[in-house]
């Protein structure tokens, strides 16, 4: 069984989502061993622990990033996580954190990257007047939200939308995307060539499938 680790700072919605898919079957032969926040008061630190997962609070405290870095990965060593999955957490990770696990930590963003990377995508695509935007499951590397792309669901704006309808509309697609993504990287049925992740014949032809 593939251990995952979930790093996240708020809501949790993408961690349930992805805690979800595992218990109906849809990743095959994963757990999640361990749920680290930043922030103590995370409404999906309490959900982890609503369900009966492992948890730990690793804030800042005015530390360097390495600092707290270096405990998050003692944590998530202790846990045995092979697979680091990053689902709103809001903290830069160190160099030291990107190496320790290399293409082994996924992030998923609320645009279609390279479109609007940072904070307040969905407000960033709205501002800008795009038509379509989306959501980005990738490899998380030492650029922010910038590694390998695993999988991208667009979302049309459409005419009246607001940031919270949008954000709603792609968090929808979130949900779907994230459990597929970790389901796809799991199988090890790819390869990545420069920056650009390859699915192998199998995996083809269920996209063909998808597409069909
Ligand atoms: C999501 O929109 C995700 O794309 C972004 O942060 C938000 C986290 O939401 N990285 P949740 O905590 O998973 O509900």
Redesign the pocket.
């Known amino acids: 069984m593939t251990r995952l680790g979930i790093l996240?700072s708020?809501?949790?919605?993408?961690?349930l989502a992805i805690a979800d898919a595992i218990d109906r079957g849809q990743i095959d032969n994963a757990g999640i061993s361990i749920v680290i926040s930043n922030r103590a008061e995370a409404p999906?630190l309490a959900a982890a622990r609503a369900r009966g997962l492992a948890t730990a609070v690793i804030e800042a405290r005015g530390r360097k990033r390495a600092e707290q870095d270096a405990e998050i990965i003692a944590c998530l060593r202790e846990h045995g996580a092979e697979l680091i999955c990053l689902?709103?957490y809001m903290r830069l990770l160190s160099p030291e954190f990107v190496v320790a696990y290399p293409q082994a930590i996924l992030?998923?963003?609320?645009s279609l990257l390279p479109a609007f990377p940072g904070l307040d995508a969905q407000r960033q695509a709205l501002q800008y007047g795009v038509g379509i935007t989306g959501?980005t499951v990738h490899f998380v590397d030492d650029q922010l939200d910038h590694g390998v792309i695993v999988l991208q669901r667009p979302v049309p704006v459409l005419d009246g939308d607001d940031e919270a309808a949008l954000?709603a509309r792609?968090?929808e697609q979130?949900h779907i995307a994230y459990p597929e993504a970790i389901a796809r990287v799991l199988s090890g049925n790819y390869t990545i060539a420069d920056r650009r992740y390859v699915a192998r014949a199998s995996h083809n032809a269920s996209l063909l499938e998808e597409i069909k």
Request: charge should be neutral; hydrophobic fraction near 30%; proline fraction near 5%.
């Open positions: 996240l708020g809501r949790g919605s993408n961690f999906g689902a709103g992030n998923i963003h609320p959501c954000s792609i968090l979130e």
